[in-house]
């Protein structure tokens, strides 16, 4: 692969890891000043940018590859992405369902702070958002904007800054976390430094992806594309705002938040609420307005219907985060509009939802057959269902019973694993053969299988949960005659412990699908490169069309 | 419109600009009004800022992922209100940054658990919760007692926190350390502490041993200190109305 960089594509690369190596070495003499952890994820960094460096060095002297590279797409990061997508999805889901295990038996870990469940439950969460999610909307989306401007990459070497880039963030986060290190900002955990760095990498994404949208020879900007703008463009203003803070010493981790308070909290969720909406809505339904319409061998079933629910969830999404407040010390006029919003939020929603559905009509055969097919469209269905669930959830006075209990949780999983993961897992089903250039995944039936387990894995998980949310929040709210409360506060604790053991099961499945898929994955890219038959893939544009 | 957007859909920056824009308008609507309309937060003139040692305590409770369980937010419903106490008010987080309302409650809330159980009761629940609560399925954080807290650079977050609004005075920073060791040493010499921090300071072995200042004295310090940093929730809790319940007896 490093082969297929230019001379110059190896040098940019050898002089930006020499420069991150140095960075890191600063970082552990740094902390080690003043024994922070800043140490630790200052040699992490230089470990990391060597290893890279190690990697670069192995084809470095070889000649400068051919000028036909230019003649076809630039997809040796999307197949890299994909693979750590796996990686880390593996990874996560491990940590997901341990501390799910740890809710029912508290003591199934080890005598060690880093395994205790309030530092794994930010690995498991951000193993699976940015790990997982992150690795897959970078790897396809190079992939679908490539496409859909029938235009290659501008360069080859920001492709690779920004994945290995991406992947160094979600390193650190994690690690982060491991040793104690977090801001306490949900979804938004990372510390100073490792914000700065994703702000870094976030801009070369975005100016890699208009670069690229500039050198299409489509007039039009396919509807996934705008999608995928969104997420890198509004994943960037929350990121920056939500982590402004005022670091306690260049030399340490630590840092304090710019705003406190009721400010912070309203700043927060409305971060919270659109990283859930930009990052997990508007990246993934990028991958379902390419891949499913090509899997389905049908065109989008509504052009208008694309672009309400585009400009409906980019405008109303970002009102809603005040719904995580209600009755809170937020002041009621920012809840009700919250609440306002969020109800409205369905129409677009659904909308993005039914033109996918709708798209499969006369295809339906094929999702009866095609796993892959049916991993995309039971994700529709999911997306439709959990963004029905939002909103009513939202609505204030269903909120007095959720909010706090473990509905929430059910609703993020019904999204998580329902929406985003089967996404997620029937694009890179439908991408793998078309990267690889195989005439088929490994196994079929192997993807049947997963999606079985998947979908067993997330009803199990989603029942457990709204059961023990809808019980917690009865018993919470519970008086007996005598006007006072029924239930202690453990009592409806314990009342919990089957539906944690039910919801770690289905969470044991979902796992092992995911694992029954990477085996798929890597079988299939070890068998022989497939020549003859048509792959499904886009193909280059000849550059000989008059039409352009 | 649609027509305007076939036009939009062909020029990439100007589509990138829509999204800017079109995405901005909530968030400027609903949260920088909060800044300046002034009835947002209650004032207190007599608030309480963290002293060093809570301060250390709440960046352990951080550290740990405690607010992952453990919300910080009585809500203006009645259950909560005789479950936990007066409903949270905004004045009360001014000083939190970041706050820590949560989002979820697999334990209680803890917004008021400041002087509900002793500190005895506190250290031995936090070597192991189920010491004191059979069924708790809390984790185990023996390694508390053992580890000595870091005080050398705590004037260091105290002035952080100044550059972000807590009115902490050049005397709390420049005696940030000594006086997060005094805390949990009563019977050394305590009169500075008082004196920049008020009388209502606790200042006692948080953790039982005098000899050291373990992080189980900052935690515990933190967790007694919760729910007392202002006195207007009880006297609004009076006055204003909360939701009725909606169960049926």
């Known amino acids: 692969m490093v082969s297929g960089l230019t001379v110059s594509e190896r040098q940019w690369g050898m002089a930006i890891l020499v420069i991150l190596a140095f960075i890191g070495l600063a970082m552990a003499a740094a902390g080690a000043s003043r024994a922070d952890p800043m140490q630790a994820h200052g040699f992490i960094v230089l470990l990391f940018s060597l290893a890279v460096l190690g990697v670069l060095l192995r084809g470095f002297f070889a000649p400068e590859p051919p000028e036909t590279r230019l003649e076809s797409y630039y997809d040796d990061p999307s197949k890299v992405g994909i693979v750590v997508a796996m990686v880390w999805a593996v990874f996560a889901m491990f940590v997901g369902d341990w501390v799910a295990w740890l809710l029912a038996f508290p003591d199934l870990t080890f005598d060690a702070a880093w395994s205790s469940f309030g530092r794994l439950r930010p690995v498991h969460t951000t193993g699976i958002i940015f790990g997982f999610g992150g690795n897959a909307l970078i790897a396809t989306s190079f992939h679908v904007m490539q496409r859909t401007s029938r235009a290659r990459m501008p360069d080859q070497f920001s492709p690779w800054f920004v994945l290995i880039g991406y992947n160094l963030f979600c390193i650190l986060a994690v690690t982060g976390y491991f040793m104690g290190i977090t801001q306490s900002k949900e979804y938004a955990e990372p510390e100073w430094y490792a914000d700065i760095w994703l702000v870094i990498v976030w801009v070369t994404y975005l100016l890699l992806y208009l670069r690229t949208l500039a050198r299409r020879k489509e007039p039009h900007i396919y509807v996934a594309n705008w999608y995928y703008l969104a997420f890198i463009i509004v994943v960037a203003i929350l990121h920056i705002v939500n982590n402004l803070a005022v670091p306690a010493s260049f030399a340490g981790v630590k840092s304090y938040s710019l705003f406190s308070g009721v400010q912070d909290a309203m700043t927060q969720w409305w971060y919270g609420h659109n990283a859930v909406a930009f990052f997990l809505t508007a990246g993934f339904l990028g991958m379902l307005y390419y891949y499913l319409p090509k899997r389905a061998e049908r065109p989008i079933y509504s052009y208008r219907m694309s672009i309400i629910g585009f400009w409906g969830i980019t405008f109303f999404y970002m009102w809603a985060g005040s719904h995580h407040l209600h009755y809170t010390a937020l002041p009621q006029w920012v809840q009700t509009l919250g609440m306002t919003f969020s109800v409205m939020l369905l129409v677009p929603s659904w909308i993005a939802a039914a033109n996918a559905l709708l798209t499969l009509n006369g295809a339906w055969h094929k999702v009866r057959d095609d796993a892959t097919l049916r991993f995309m469209m039971m994700a529709a269905v999911f997306y439709g269902l959990s963004t029905f669930e939002g909103s009513f959830m939202a609505i204030r006075s269903v909120n007095a019973l959720s909010h706090y209990t473990d509905w929430t949780i059910g609703h993020v999983h019904a999204g998580a694993m329902g929406w985003v993961a089967l996404i997620t897992f029937g694009s890179i089903y439908a991408v793998v053969p078309w990267l690889w250039k195989r005439e088929r995944m490994y196994s079929p039936a192997l993807v049947e299988v997963h999606f079985w387990l998947a979908l067993a894995g997330t009803l199990i998980y989603v029942f457990a949960m709204w059961n023990s949310g809808i019980i917690q929040g009865l018993m919470w709210r519970t008086y007996n005659d005598s006007g006072t409360l029924t239930y202690s506060f453990l009592d409806s604790m314990v009342a919990m412990h089957p539906y944690y053991v039910a919801r770690a099961i289905g969470g044991l499945l979902f796992l092992i699908g995911a694992v029954v898929g990477c085996y798929n994955i890597w079988m299939t890219i070890r068998r022989p490169e497939h020549t003859s038959a048509p792959s499904g893939d886009a193909p280059f544009p000849s550059t000989l069309q008059p039409a352009e | ?249």
């Open chain 2, 1 to 249: 419109m649609f027509g305007t957007h076939y036009r939009l859909e062909r020029k990439s920056i100007v589509l990138a600009v829509a999204i800017m824009v079109v995405a901005s308008i909530g968030g400027l609507i609903e949260i920088a009004p909060l800044f300046t309309i002034d009835e947002t937060v209650e004032t207190d003139p007599d608030m309480r800022v963290y002293t060093p040692l809570e301060l250390a305590g709440r960046n352990i409770y951080i550290r740990e992922g405690c607010y992952a369980c453990h919300s910080q937010m009585i809500r203006t419903l009645q259950d909560e209100v005789e479950r936990y106490g007066p409903y949270s008010l905004a004045v009360e987080s001014k000083y939190d940054h970041p706050m820590l309302w949560g989002s979820k409650r697999t334990g209680p809330d803890l917004a008021r658990v400041g002087g509900k159980y002793s500190d005895q009761w506190h250290a031995a629940h936090l070597r192991n919760p189920r010491d004191v609560v059979p069924e708790s399925i809390m984790p185990r954080y023996p390694w508390l007692d053992e580890t000595p807290l870091h005080t050398s650079h705590l004037g260091d977050d105290l002035r952080a926190l100044r550059k972000v609004g807590v009115p902490y005075t050049d005397d709390m920073i420049a005696n940030a350390s000594a006086d997060a060791v005094a805390q949990a040493s009563p019977d050394d010499d305590t009169a500075g502490l008082v004196e920049r921090y008020g009388d209502a300071t606790q200042i006692r072995a948080f953790d039982g041993d005098q000899r050291t200042v373990s992080e189980m004295d900052a935690l515990v310090a933190y967790l007694q200190i919760l729910g007392k940093l202002s006195t207007v929730p009880h006297q609004a809790a009076a006055t204003t109305p909360v939701v009725p319940p909606v169960t049926e007896r």
